[in-house]
């Protein structure tokens, strides 16, 4: 029985190959030339997709390239500005501490000539208060012995004994 099955009818061979052959020429003479156009077509789509796949794989390379040197670009530039702005920083730093120690400087310069004057005028009214109390001491004092004639008769005796002894060894 699995015999009968591979079994080789001729006629059947016959009539197989005969409408194989009517069908190749059929579709030669109608659809072969057109099925050839459209595989060509497809053949040159795939070959221009792939030149413009290639064309975009180059593209993307370059501009990769690019952006990674403008990256580094950018990354040398904002180093430089961060390396110039804290080299301003510290000049403004040193700068309004110089600004800051001749400030103080001149406030205790100020503060030195302005303790110096009021020790000066504290000092001259100190003295103007001390010859104020003499003053009236001695006259108090010269009240009291000049009180009687005879102690005024003899002070200035004694006063001008010593004027003239005092202008007459300079004449």
Request: aromatic share 6%; charged share 30%.
């Amino acid at each position: 029985m699995l015999l009968e099955l591979f079994k080789i009818m001729f006629g059947l061979f016959f009539w197989q190959t005969v409408i194989l052959l009517v069908v190749m020429f059929l579709l030669r003479k109608y659809a072969w030339s057109t099925i050839l156009q459209v595989i060509e077509k497809q053949e040159e789509a795939y070959l221009q997709a792939d030149k413009q796949a290639k064309e975009v794989r180059k593209i993307t390379s370059k501009l990769q390239e690019q952006s990674e040197q403008i990256l580094k670009r950018a990354n040398t530039r904002r180093e430089c500005i961060l390396k110039n702005a804290i080299a301003t920083k510290k000049a403004i730093l040193e700068e309004a501490k110089i600004e800051a120690i001749q400030a103080k400087e001149l406030l205790l310069t100020n503060a030195q000539k302005t303790i110096a004057k009021e020790k000066e005028a504290s000092l001259v009214a100190l003295k103007q208060q001390i010859a104020l109390l003499v003053i009236q001491a001695t006259e108090k004092l010269l009240e009291r012995e000049l009180s009687e004639k005879n102690k005024q008769d003899a002070l200035l005796k004694m006063l001008i004994a010593k004027a003239d002894t005092k202008y007459s060894t300079t004449a």
